[in-house]
């Protein structure tokens, strides 16, 4: 296949929707306006998205999609996570810290529940407990099983006990919601605190948020949110051409840019967390050499890759650290793209004459066309790949959940997620003794410098070891109909503040 074939190929398979993996002040927004009439507070905003969720609660399936549509806007934390990565208090006005590090004692908000019930301490510890409990299964339940305790002080008052000092513990508490204790069945109901309440769920079409009335901060600026799904990115772009939907979560075909500028669209570009990545088992052969590892990375042509899917946007990454985090390497080449390497390491990991595996790549996004680029550079080494595409829903079970693969591919949007190399039995197995006494020290460091010296140092490692092949870093596009203004720019973790959203 010649490389003009090969591009024309990647970049029409690239508006596939972005399946990703979450393991996710107000909006610094874009305040631009087009100028075409005052806002309209009642307006409904419409949003067009492939990012759907799996179901409707944040502790089964890890789900980006949950996150872009509740986080913040239907359920908030004791803290929230700002669209500049910062953290700042929400339903914990105050919060005070034991000089030892381990007791959290949070003073609530006067907030309610769109059910009407409010919000108390109870609530809290029944949402903490469950967030680590056993049938949990959220990405970040790890990092908080830190938590020893949970106790309610009185009504207003809650008391967390952590069984060592966390220094990313309120950072972590950011995306935790807090549910209603007696909310029951949450996979296909909701009942947060947040601005807006969930007002109608249509599996495969829709979610519409309505506006909270009686919600204890500010109001929203809009008149309520409709989130509507397309499977087909086309479909998509012509309901934003034909006024169908307001605005686009995320663009993933940049060849589509060109067509909305000369209409009159937004483009708002901004940074993110997403990274593309082929994710290996380590724990089996020979994916358990470090070599092959090395080997795989090498023999990958990512500055190709990238051209091909984003059209110069976007950038390379050589690790799990992206630009925007304290303890960014610039580690692009540690892994270098050089065929010769990678036939020379391959000798001397005793596949001389290359080997045979499967990638199990999720239907959605642009991971099988990812895939068939990596198959064609592969192949010029003697290693053949066998493509195995399976729904979304598959690949949780059988590579998140279950472990049963060689290697996939996936999009990871978490910010601040190098702590999934810390943990030997997360999904690709990766077990390193000395990054995971790195990050456990780091997490219990005594100040921010100490925390990003430790990070900095599992950062080099993960690399060195080529843990993961982290093929490029995603930029976050956003198109938006001419009068709509407040659109988060950034994507952070898949968050998507819609409160400050508004049209003319």
């Known amino acids: 296949m010649t490389s ?6 990647l970049t029409a398979s690239a508006a596939a929707s972005a399946g990703l993996l979450v393991l996710s002040g107000c909006a610094a927004g874009d305040t631009s306006t087009s100028g ?13 998205s492939q990012n759907e969720p799996t179901n409707l609660d944040q502790i ?3 789900s980006s999609g949950v996150t872009e ?3 913040g806007n239907v359920y908030e934390g004791l803290f929230r996570i700002t669209d500049d990565a910062e953290v700042e208090p929400l339903l914990a006005t105050e919060t005070e810290v034991s000089d030892d590090g381990l007791v959290y004692t949070f003073t609530l908000a006067d907030a309610a529940f769109h059910s009407g019930d409010p919000l108390t301490a109870d609530d809290v510890k029944y949402s903490l407990e469950r967030f680590v409990g056993e049938d949990s299964i959220a990405a970040r339940k790890r990092q908080l099983s830190v938590i020893d305790s949970v ?8 008391a967390v006990t952590l069984t060592q000092p966390s220094i990313s513990f309120t950072y972590n508490l950011g995306y935790v919601w807090i549910v209603n204790d007696e909310a029951g069945e949450l996979t296909t109901s909701a009942d947060g605190t947040g601005p807006y309440a969930l007002a109608d769920y249509r599996k495969g079409d829709s979610i519409t948020l309505e506006v909270n009335e009686d919600y204890w901060g500010d109001a929203p600026a809009n008149g309520g949110v409709v989130y509507q ?40 570009e901004g940074t993110s967390t ?18 092959v590892r090395k080997a795989v990375y090498s023999a990958i042509d990512r500055e190709k890759l990238l051209d091909a899917i984003w059209d110069g946007r976007g950038e390379l990454i050589g690790s799990m650290v992206p630009p925007s985090e304290p303890w960014y390497l610039d580690l692009a080449d540690n892994n270098p793209y050089d065929p010769e390497l990678s036939a020379q390491l391959l000798a001397d990991a005793g596949y001389a004459d290359g080997f045979a595996f499967t990638i199990d790549t999720p239907d959605s996004g642009v991971h099988s066309t990812v895939a068939e680029f990596l198959k064609s550079e592969l192949a010029k080494v003697g ?3 066998d493509i195995n595409i399976i729904t979304d829903d598959e690949w949780y079970q059988k590579v998140y959940n279950d472990k049963n693969f060689e290697a996939t591919l996936q999009g990871h949007v978490n910010d601040r997620d190098i702590n999934f190399y810390g943990n030997p039995d997360f999904y690709w197995g990766y077990d390193n003794a000395d990054v995971q006494t790195w990050l456990a020290a780091s997490e219990a460091a005594s100040s921010v410098e100490e925390q990003t010296e430790l990070i900095a140092q599992a950062n080099q490692q993960i690399s060195d070891d080529a843990a993961s092949i982290w093929l490029y870093l995603n930029p976050q596009l956003r198109i938006a109909a001419e009068g709509v203004t407040g659109v988060p720019q950034n994507g952070l973790n898949s968050l998507f503040y819609v409160y400050d959203i508004t049209k003319a």
């Open 4 to 9: 003009r074939r090969l591009t024309r190929l």
């Open 36 to 48: 075409s009439g005052a806002p309209d507070p009642a307006a409904e905003i419409v949003i067009g």
């Open 60 to 62: 089964f399936g890890g």
């Open 69 to 71: 549509v509740f986080t």
């Open 151 to 158: 106790d309610v002080v009185d009504d207003n008052t809650v």
């Open 229 to 268: 799904y397309y499977a087909d990115p086309t479909a998509l772009n012509n309901a934003l051409l034909t006024g169908a939907v307001d605005l686009v979560t995320s663009q993933s075909n940049p060849d589509s840019l060109t067509e909305f500028e000369a209409a009159g669209f937004q483009i708002i």
């Open 274 to 291: 997403t990274k593309e990545l082929l994710a290996f088992n380590d724990r089996i052969e020979p994916f358990s050499n470090v070599n």
């Open 383 to 385: 290693i053949t790949v």
